[in-house]
């Protein structure tokens, strides 16, 4: 994992890996789409992107649109954060979001106070941008009552 600069010296987000499954994935971030790797033969969702189903071992696998509106499963603020890369963010919210097309993803929650983040709160998916031109899925509170 390499850690990008800015020019005052301070470090930035990490840009992630890009695997051979992934590369739609990451492609789509760069028009700030979000997609989900979808199976075929099982008509699944996945993510992450990966090679094979995780379900049913098949290797007939999509990409296609998602709604990029979630609902937040668990969460934890980061006080002080392990990764110098986002000593600047803290405190910042880490969440698990569960996707209306029924994955999970590991994500920021932001533009909010990070301790107001709660299990159950409609999220919607904003973009934050990487150095090399990709995007970043993150999360903002869509609005509407938490859902039990």
């Known amino acids: 994992m390499s850690v990008i600069e800015r020019p005052d010296g301070t470090p ?3 840009s992630p890996p ?7 994935f990451w492609a789509a971030t760069r028009e700030r789409r979000l997609v989900l790797q979808w199976c075929r033969s099982c008509d699944r969702p996945i993510h992450f992107p990966r090679e094979a189903c995780p379900r049913c071992l098949g290797a007939e ?9 979630g609902t937040v499963h668990a969460v934890s603020v980061m006080p002080k954060p392990a990764n110098p890369t986002m000593a600047e963010r803290a405190p910042y919210a880490v969440a698990l979001v569960d996707l209306d097309e029924g994955v999970r993803m590991l994500t920021n929650v932001v533009g909010v106070d990070p301790w107001s983040v709660a299990v159950g709160v409609r999220v919607a998916v904003a973009w934050e941008p ?17 859902t039990p």
């Open 12 to 14: 930035e987000r990490f």
């Open 18 to 24: 890009v695997s051979p499954a992934a590369e739609p």
């Open 61 to 69: 696998l999509e990409f296609r649109p998602a709604s990029g509106l």
């Open 130 to 146: 990487l150095a090399d031109g990709r995007h970043l899925a993150v999360f903002v509170p869509a609005g509407g009552e938490p």
